[in-house]
Nanobody, 114 residues
Framework: VQLQASGGGLVQPGGSLRLSCATS????????MGWYRQTPGKQRELVAI???????SYADSVQGRFTISRDSAKNTLYLQMNDLKPQDTAVYSC?????????WGQGTQVTVSS
C-alpha cells in the first residue's frame, strides 16, 4: 500500500487549503483512513478519520472547520481545511488501515502565517 500526500503550503490566517492523499489501492479496501499532524517537540495528533462504514470523526480543535472526504473514482483521500489558524501549522500526514496494518504517507507542510 502506497500513500502520497500533497497540497500543503503557506496560507494566511482565515484562508483555506485542501490536502490530498493518493492511494495505490481502492479507497473501499481500507477499513479507515485518517489525517494526522505533528509539530516539532509534540506528539502526532489525530486531525480527522473516516471509516469504511461511512462515519467520520474530528479533533475538537478542527471540528466545523475541516472536512475529510474520499473520492473512490480517484482513489484519493482529502482534507478540506477552512478558516485556518496559526495553530494549525504542522506537518500533515495521511494513513490507512488495511489488513490489520497501518500504512503512512509522507508528510506535507502546512504553514499558516501572515
Amino acid at each position: 500500500v502506497q500513500l502520497q500526500a500533497s497540497g500543503g503550503g503557506l496560507v494566511q490566517p482565515g484562508g483555506s487549503l485542501r490536502l490530498s492523499c493518493a492511494t495505490s489501492r481502492s479507497i473501499f479496501s481500507f477499513n479507515s483512513m485518517g489525517w494526522y499532524r505533528q509539530t516539532p517537540g509534540k506528539q502526532r495528533e489525530l486531525v480527522a478519520i473516516t471509516r469504511s462504514v461511512g462515519t467520520a470523526s474530528y479533533a475538537d480543535s478542527v471540528q466545523g472547520r475541516f472536512t475529510i472526504s474520499r473520492d473512490s473514482a480517484k482513489n484519493t483521500l482529502y482534507l478540506q481545511m477552512n478558516d485556518l489558524k496559526p495553530q494549525d501549522t504542522a506537518v500533515y500526514s495521511c494513513n490507512a488501515l488495511y489488513g490489520g496494518k497501518l500504512f503512512w504517507g509522507q508528510g506535507t507542510q502546512v504553514t499558516v502565517s501572515s
